[in-house]
């Protein structure tokens, strides 16, 4: 998002050269610049110990694809609290290993997403009321319902860092 008016005194900003930074939205009474801010996610791809992946359908995403879990970061939290409270939270697992899989921009909607990889030992979903349905299939069945790979989709590429780790193949 980029500042158009000051946060604190409501005052139209104006841009000015700040170092290496460019052009910044800056607030002359407050003496403040601001920098443009952003959401942060995590995404969280959770496998079990029969090499299957947590998929989730939810309809305000798609009637067609799956997708892994996600959700935003809230303030005073990390990007790895966040990612196994949200598994947690959305499918009822307790996750015993979580591995950063990167970042990755979603600029449709403004947002980093810090990528992982969770490892929780197989059970029946407890799902949450944000998720319409979950199922464990084999991974490398997985690209056959997953939200088809295109720019700022980060699942593809944790998908194939999960395949790497695991010594699997893509079909």
């Not at 841009?15 to 939205?25: K, L, Q, R």
Request: aromatic share 12%.
């Amino acid at each position: 998002m980029r500042y158009v008016f000051c946060p604190k005194c409501g005052t139209k900003l104006k841009e000015i050269a700040i170092a290496d930074d460019g052009m910044v939205p800056y607030c002359e009474p407050c003496g403040t610049p601001w920098f443009d801010s952003f959401h942060s996610c995590v995404i969280v791809l959770t496998y079990n110990e029969y090499d299957e992946i947590a998929l989730t359908r939810q309809s305000h995403l798609s009637d067609t694809y799956t997708s892994v879990t996600s959700g935003y970061i809230t303030p005073g939290e990390t990007a790895e609290e966040c990612a196994v409270r949200e598994v947690k939270e959305e499918l009822g697992l307790d996750l015993e290993t979580l591995e950063y899989a990167g970042t990755y921009w979603f600029g449709k909607k403004d947002m980093l997403m810090h990528g992982f990889i969770g490892f929780a030992r197989k059970k029946a979903f407890q799902l949450s009321e944000e998720v319409d349905s979950a199922e464990w299939v084999p991974a490398l069945e997985a690209p056959k319902t997953m939200f088809p790979e295109r720019p700022g989709n980060a699942l593809h590429p944790i998908y194939r860092k999960f395949l790497k780790k695991r010594g699997l193949s893509e079909q």
